[in-house]
C-alpha cells in the first residue's frame, strides 16, 4: 500500500452543515472570548515580563505561554480561512514581545524569566519545553497561513540551546520533560523545514524517556509522565492522558518518519489498549481525577470520570496519525467519536464556555452529601466555565475545531481516502472532490471526483455502521470500501443506515452493569433532568419502542423520544421492601451528549437500564 | 400502658444456639485477644502516668482511657456471668491506678495529665467527658456484677469537678462536649445510685447543647457533633453516626425518665429518619468516612460505605431505649438487624479481628485503580484487624455481645414481653420463662411461662415475617401478638415462616437501583468471589428459582444456592458492542453477610441484579 498523506487542512472547505456552523461560532465568538479571558487574566499582559514580587500585575503560572500559543494557533488557522487584520496585529504583537524578551542564548520562557530564573531547566514539571513545543506549533500555523517565519526564526535560536544544555552539554535538571509536546511540535516543524536537528531532538527524547527515575515527587511517580519503561517497551497507556496521548502523537510521527517497526509496534499496542480497555463510550479518557490519568482496564466509573477535553483532543490527534500509516477506519472512527462527544462536549452551544471535565453522570443530589463536615469527595463541575486557573482545554478546543477539516482526506499517489463525512469541496494535486450530505442528520454521502481517473477512491465504512447501500458491490479493506475512479466525473452515493442502536460495555465494566448507552451514527446521546425529572438511575428504557426523531436547532442534531418506565411516587415508601416499586410508563427525552449541561444544572446520564422485557 | 423495664441481662441465661456459641468465643478468645492487644500497644501501661516526651513510653491517646473502661466493662459482664479472678484481679489493679493517680480535685484523664495538662478541659474534642462517661459504665457494670463500688465512688469525686467546672463556675473552655457519652453514662448511674445530681448533669448536657457554635475547626461543622440545633429541635440525624446516636439514647433516658415529651418527639422523629432513609439494610448507619457520618437522605453508596461497627452499636442502643418507651416493634425490629448483620459483621469468626468499617460491596480490582499516582479514592479495609489505632469498635463488640440478653425481654407489673428469640431461660420476678428455638435456623419458637397467671405475655412479630402460626387467633398491637397468660403453666408455640425473602431499595437509592438484596429471616445475604468467581457485578440472580438451604457449622448460618447467570467469558470482547453480550447460567452461592471476609481477601456483594424475566 502507497504511503498516505493528510490532505492539509487548507485544501479542504467546508461548505455548509453542522460543522460549518460551528466553525462560525469558533471564529465570530470562541477566538475572542478565549483571547478576552486571557487578557483579564493577565495571560497577555505577562508577555511584557514586568511582574515582580508585590506588584499589581498578575503572576505569571509556568504553563501561561502554552495558552497563548494555542490561541495564536487558533487564530493562524482562521487566518488562513480569512484575512483578519485584527488578529493578525495580536499575533505580530506577541512576536514582537517574544522578539523583545527572548535571552542573549535564546531561551524565552515568561514564568522561569521573572518569577524562578535560578530553576531555569531545573524543575522536570515545570512545562519549559512544553510551552516551546506549543509555541513550534503556533509559528508552524501562523507560517502556513502567512509565509511569515519570524517566530519560526526566534524559536529556532531556543530549538539551538535546547539542544546545546539537553543533547551536548546535558547540564539541565532533567533529561526528558514531564508534559510531552515539544516532540510532536519538533517532529510537525521537522515536516515544514525538513533540517535535520529537528528531528534528532525530537528522537533524543523519546529515545530517552523511561530510560531514569527523575523528576519524581510525592504525588507523582514514573507511570504519570509515562517514564516508567523505554517508549519502546511500552504497551499499555499509564498516566497522564493528555501527556500520554500527546507522547504517542509524536511515536507515530517519528515512526512514519523513520519507519521504526518497534515504535510503530509500541503505537499499535498503545491504541488498542485505550480504545478496548480505557475509553469511555463517548471517547473520554484518563477516568481518574487523580494524576487526570489513566487508571486499570475498564475502570470507567460514569460520575467521577476525568475525561479532560485536551485528552479527547489528544487522542484524536494520536488516531489521526495512526491512520496515515496503517490505514484502518479503527483510527478515523475514534476521530469521529472524538468530534461529535469527546471534544465537542467542551464547549457550551453558544461558543463561549468549557468543560475541562466531561462526566458521563451527573447527580445534582450528590453535591449536598457532606453536610456535615467541610470536605466531600471530589465531583467534576456541572456547567461550563469561559476560563479556568489551568486553562488548557478552550484554546485546545478551539484550534482543533478551527483545523479539523485536515483530519477529512488522505491520498497517495494512486488513491484519495474518504476518512470524514461534511459537506466540502477539496483540491488534491490535479483532482476535485465534492461531498454532499446531512450527516450526521442522516447518512446519505454524496461524492463527486474529476480529475482522479485511475485512481482509486477509498470510503470509511463508519464502524458505528451495520448496514449501507453503495451503487455497485465493492471491496473492503480494513473498514474501507475501496471504488476504482473510472471516469474523469466520477460520482457515488453511499448510505449509511443510522437507526437508534443500544450499546452494551464490556462485562468487566463495572459501572455499566446492566445498562445501556443509545447512539445514533456517531453521536452519543444522554439523557438530562430537565426533560426527565429528577432521578434518571430510576428510569428505565424500552429496548423494542418506536422512537421518534426530532430535528433541534439549538442542539444542531436531533433529539430522541422513546419510551420507558419510573417508580411511581414513593416518597414515602419504606427504605427497603419485599415488593418491588410499582412503576409507571413515561416518555424518555434524550439529547446528543455533547449538548448536555447548556439548559442549567440539572442531572445527566449517558448509561441507563433497559425495561425488563 | 404500662411503664416497661428491661429484664436485666443478669435475669436472662442464653441456654445455647447461635449466641450462646458468639458468647462462647467473647468470653474465651475475644476478652483477652482485645486485652493483649491493648496491653501490646500500651493502653494498661498508660494507666501508669509515666510518659515522657521522648521516652520509650507510647504517648497516651486522649480516648486510651475509654478503650481499657470499655474493656474492664466487658470484663464484668463475664464476672456477672461466670466469676473469673484473672479478669476481676486486671480490673481491681487498673481500680488501683486509677486511685492512686486521680488529681487532688478529682480530676482523672490519661492524656491531660501526662501530655497536654494545660489543655484539661480547653479542648471541646478531646474525649474527657466521654472517657468518664465509659468509666463511669465500666464502674456500673463492676457495682453489678461483684457488689464493689471503689470505682463509682471514685468517678463521684470527678463528677462533683464536672458539675463545678462545667455547671457553676462555667470555667471550661466548651459548654457540652465533642463526643457524646457522659450523657447517658450519668443517667444509667442515676439509676444505679438515684443521685439527683448524676441526671441534673445529663440535662445540663443535653440542653445546653446546640445552643452556640463552639469547637469548631477546619474539618468540623455544627453538624458533625450534632451542635446545630438545641436537641429538643433535631428532627433529621446528622453529622458522626456514632455520636449522634449515643446522644439519641440519652434522649431516650432522659425522656424515660422526665417524661419531657419534646425530647421524646425528636426521638422519634430522629430514629424514624434513620430507618427510613439513611441505614443500610445491614442496620449500617454513617455512610461516608468524612466525618464518619450519616449524609443526605438515600444516600446510601455501597463500596465506600462507612458503616462504623461502633455506629451499629449505638443504634441498637437507641432502638433498645425507645421500645421501652414506645412499645412498637420498629424498634426490636432494629436491634434484631443490628445484632444478625451491622454489628456481627465487624467480629471476625474465631473472635480476634474486627472491623471499623462494614461496606456492603468489595471490589478488589478498584484497589489497583490509581497505579499512575500515588493517591487514591479512600475505599474500606477488606480484611479484620486484631486492633486499630482508633481501637474503639474492639472492645464495643465485646461488652455489647457479653450482655446482648439485656435486650431479649421487657416487663411490666401486669405483661412479659419477649422481644428477641434465641434459646433461654429468665427470671422475672415471681415468673419463669423459658424460650426454646432453634432461631434464626428456623422460625419456630416455644414458650413455657409459668408463675405469671393473669399477665399478658407479649410477642414480637418480626418485621421480616409476613407470614407466622400461632395456637389461637391473637390480637396484635403494633406488632406484638398479645396473649393472655390464663394458666399458671402456660405455654405458646409460635412459627414463623422464613423463606428467602428479595428486598428492593426505596427507589431514591441510587446505589442499588435496579437491584435487590437477600435475606432469610432477620439475616442478610451476600456473594462473595470466593464462591461465585471474580466480577460479581456481572452475575444475575434468578429470582424464581427453588433455592437450597444448606447448614454451614463455620458461619453457624445456612448458606443459600441459588440460579443465576453470568457473561461467558468475553476476554477479547469489544469495548462497545451493539449486541447483549452472551450469558449463561451459573450456580449462586450466599453466605449470610456478618461472615464476610473470613476466608481471605475476595470481592463481595450485598447488593445484585435479578436475571430478567
Known amino acids: ?37 486571557f487578557a483579564q487574566t493577565g495571560r497577555f499582559r505577562a508577555f511584557d515580563f514586568d511582574w515582580t514580587e508585590g506588584s499589581d500585575v498578575p503572576r505569571p503560572h509556568y504553563f501561561w505561554d502554552s495558552d497563548i500559543a494555542k490561541w495564536m494557533e487558533s487564530a493562524a488557522y482562521l487566518l488562513q480561512k480569512a484575512p483578519n487584520d485584527e488578529l493578525q496585529a495580536q499575533i505580530e504583537t506577541l512576536i514582537d514581545r517574544i522578539a523583545q524578551h527572548q535571552d542573549s542564548d535564546g531561551y524565552f520562557n515568561i514564568y522561569h524569566t521573572v518569577v524562578e530564573p535560578e530553576n531555569r531547566f531545573r524543575i522536570r514539571d515545570h512545562h519549559e519545553l512544553y510551552c516551546l513545543g506549543h509555541l513550534i506549533e503556533a509559528g508552524v500555523a501562523y507560517y502556513n497561513a502567512t509565509g511569515r517565519d519570524r517566530l519560526l526564526n526566534l524559536l529556532d535560536r531556543y530549538i539551538d540551546l535546547v539542544i546545546r544544555v539537553f543533547c551536548v552539554e546535558k547540564s539541565a535538571g532533567f533529561t526528558t520533560p514531564g508534559h510531552e509536546e515539544i516532540e510532536l511540535a519538533l517532529l510537525r516543524l521537522y515536516r515544514v523545514r525538513r533540517d535535520r536537528k529537528y528531528l534528532d531532538l525530537a528522537m533524543f527524547f523519546l529515545n530517552e524517556r523511561g530510560k531514569r527515575e527523575e523528576g519524581l515527587t510525592d504525588w507523582c511517580n514514573t507511570r504519570y509522565n509515562q517514564s516508567h519503561l523505554p517508549v519502546r517497551q511500552q504497551r499499555t497507556a499509564e498516566g497522564h492522558a493528555v501527556r500520554a496521548c500527546y507522547l504517542y502523537s509524536a511515536m507515530a510521527d517519528a515512526a512514519m518518519e523513520t ?54 483532543i489528544a487522542l484524536a490527534m494520536f488516531a489521526d496519525r495512526m491512520k496515515e500509516i496503517d490505514l484502518d477506519a479503527k483510527y478515523a472512527d475514534i476521530v469521529e467519536r472524538e468530534w461529535y462527544n469527546g471534544i465537542l462536549a467542551g464547549l457550551s452551544l453558544d461558543g463561549k464556555a468549557f468543560f475541562y471535565e466531561n462526566p458521563l453522570e451527573i447527580r445534582l443530589a450528590d453535591r449536598t452529601r457532606h453536610r456535615s463536615m467541610s470536605s466531600g469527595d471530589r465531583l467534576p463541575i456541572t456547567q461550563r ?17 478551527a483545523s479539523m477539516e485536515g483530519s477529512v482526506l488522505s491520498a497517495a499517489d494512486d488513491a484519495i481516502v474518504v476518512h470524514q463525512f461534511l459537506p466540502c469541496k477539496a483540491q488534491i494535486g490535479d483532482a476535485a472532490l465534492q461531498m454532499e450530505t446531512r450527516y450526521p442528520l442522516d447518512g446519505k454521502v454524496c461524492l463527486s471526483l474529476s480529475g482522479a481517473k485511475g485512481k482509486r477512491l477509498m470510503v470509511r465504512i463508519p464502524g ?29 452515493e453511499m448510505d449509511f443506515s443510522m437507526p437508534l442502536t443500544f450499546y452494551y460495555a464490556h462485562p468487566a465494566v463495572c459501572a455499566d452493569a446492566g445498562k445501556c448507552a443509545l447512539m445514533r451514527g456517531p453521536v452519543v446521546y444522554c439523557m438530562e433532568g430537565v426533560d426527565n425529572g429528577e432521578r434518571l438511575f430510576d428510569l428505565t428504557v424500552d429496548l ?10 439549538s442542539f444542531g442534531l436531533p433529539v430522541l423520544e422513546l419510551r420507558g418506565t419510573r417508580t411511581r411516587d414513593a416518597a414515602d415508601a419504606p ?23 447548556n439548559r442549567g444544572e440539572t442531572d445527566m446520564t449517558v448509561w441507563f437500564r433497559p425495561t425488563a422485557e
Request: charged share 20%; aromatic share 12%.
Open 259 to 312: 519507519g521504526d517497526a518497534e515504535l510503530l509496534a509500541a503505537c499499535r499496542a498503545l491504541f488498542d489498549d485505550i480504545v478496548s480497555k480505557k475509553m469511555y463510550i463517548t471517547g473520554g479518557i484518563g477516568s481518574s481525577h487523580h494524576g487526570e490519568a489513566f487508571t486499570t482496564a475498564y475502570d470507567l466509573p460514569n460520575d467521577t470520570a476525568y475525561n479532560e477535553t485536551c485528552a479527547s
Open 1 to 37: 500500500m502507497d504511503h498516505f498523506q493528510p490532505v492539509d487542512f487548507s485544501a479542504v472547505d467546508i461548505t455548509g452543515g453542522f460543522w460549518a456552523e460551528k466553525q462560525k461560532c469558533i471564529c465570530d465568538v470562541t477566538i475572542f472570548s478565549v483571547r478576552d479571558q
Open 575 to 597: 427504605l427497603y421492601a419485599c415488593d418491588a416499586p410499582e412503576r409507571t410508563a413515561v416518555p424518555v427525552t434524550f439529547i446528543p451528549y455533547c449538548g448536555f449541561a
Open 464 to 492: 458505528w455502521c451495520r448496514q449501507y447501500t453503495c451503487p455497485t458491490p465493492c471491496e473492503v479493506q480494513r473498514g474501507y470500501a475501496v471504488f476504482d475512479v473510472d471516469s474523469d466525473r466520477f460520482s457515488l
Open 544 to 553: 423494542t419502542c418506536t422512537p421518534q426523531v426530532r430535528d433541534d436547532a
Open 385 to 401: 466555565l469561559e476560563v479556568f486557573g489551568c486553562s488548557c482545554c478552550p484554546p485546545n478546543v478551539t484550534r482543533f475545531l
